[in-house]
């Protein structure tokens, strides 16, 4: 039998503990003389996930819902013993604030693009203009293939700027917290791409491959989102337990990485240092550059951009709000005069996340162009999304009490260019430091599975490091 190998994951949100469980799981089914440490620089686990219980409410702070199309979460949860807390939302409608209106999101889109023709060509949210120069999709010859483009570029290109600013553009940056003008498409929807290069159009494209709605017996389309019924904290909680014990160590930053003629030292910003034969970080690109910065192929993470959020929960006695809205809340289109991006209806959409006869309303702040609202002060923030709401909904009372949350240059921006730049940078890994790998939010997806997805490539790519 081989000597003992030690294997550290650096960060602690949702890529590390993956990385760390499945890592451990290998060691414990094949008998894998491995050891996997887990280091956290903060004192708690769970990154960006951040669940908070207060008066019965459940909040989250950070993420809230699951893609349902991405398996590797729901496979993590079933490892974890929690696939009976799953929970999928309970109303299907969200609508888009434009024009001081809120417009029901028309039925049928994907990812804000309309798929179906009927409910976009009575949809509100749209003028016959912006319409008709939608339907030009279907006319317009596929784009010349090229490298990468902007998100905005792409879908102005096939669909007009009003389809864009009203829906495309209020949900993507809904999901990346970026200017769409500057986000790749490569990095973000190759298949986007892909299918107008096949299908000529991309609505035509989408027709012909995305899922069918509700068939005529009016059967309902499953809901495309999840959560848990203690709040996606609870998932971080049951991967830290499922870890072996003494596996995972709190307030410990690595501040760099050295390599040496056996593996690696991590030097910890306490002082103390850490060997091991593999590393995977997991944390901000900003922060693995750091701990590498004596490598010029990792400069180029020095430029890559980070935007901050921040989002304020609010919890109501429900006779607060006199003008309720069915639905799971709404995005604020680009060009409306509004400081929130968006409001979620938690007690709509979520009701298991709020007490009897209350009401939980999540509204967040912080476009691109308006970064100087997340260092406002909690108080600020919260009178402000107050006054943005009071425009729609008519909020009678103050808030029984409200919880802000900002994450600073939390959320990586994948610029055009993106996916060719972190190639390279891989590529220079394997070849200067073998056995560091990167994975997490700020590389090949931000949505929880993607990071959960990229915790299980770099679990493969160490044990098949270990095995050489
Ligand atoms: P992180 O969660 O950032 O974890 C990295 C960890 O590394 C942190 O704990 C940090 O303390 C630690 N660290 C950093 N530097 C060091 C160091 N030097 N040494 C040791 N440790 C270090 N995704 C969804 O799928 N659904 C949603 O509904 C959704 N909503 C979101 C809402 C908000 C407000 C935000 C902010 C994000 C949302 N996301 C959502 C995105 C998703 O939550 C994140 O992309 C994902 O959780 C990131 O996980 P991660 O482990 O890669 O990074």
Known sequence: MSEQKKVVVIGGGITG????????????????????????????????????????????????????????????????????????VSTGKSYVLANEKLHEIPSGSYMGIPVQVRPFVFSTLFSPIGKLRAAGDFIKPKSKPQGDQSLGHFFRNRLGDEVVENLIEPLLSGIYSGDIDNLSLMATFPNFYQIEQKYGGIVRGLQKTVPKPANKQGNKKPSPFRTLQGGLGSLVEAVADSLNEGSVHLETRVSSIEKKADGYDLKLQNGEEVHADSVVITTPHASAQSMLSQYSFMDSFKDMPATSVANVAMAFDQSAIQQDINGSGFLVSRNSDYRITACTWTHKKWPHTTPEGKALLRAYVGKPSDQGAVDLSDEEIADLVLKDLNKTMNITQEPEFSVVTRWRDSRAQYTVGHKDRLKQIKADLVDELPGVYLAGASYEGLGIPDCIDQGEEAVEHVLDYLKQ
């Open 17 to 88: 503990l993956s990385t760390a469980y499945y890592l451990q799981k290998e060691a414990k089914e094949h008998n894998l003389p491995y050891s996997v440490e887990l280091l956290e620089g903060s004192n708690r686990l769970g990154g960006m996930i951040h669940t908070e219980n207060r008066e019965g409410f459940t909040i989250e702070r950070g993420p809230d819902s699951l893609l349902a199309r991405k398996p590797s979460v729901f496979r993590l949860i079933d490892e974890v013993g929690l696939s009976k807390d799953l929970v999928s």
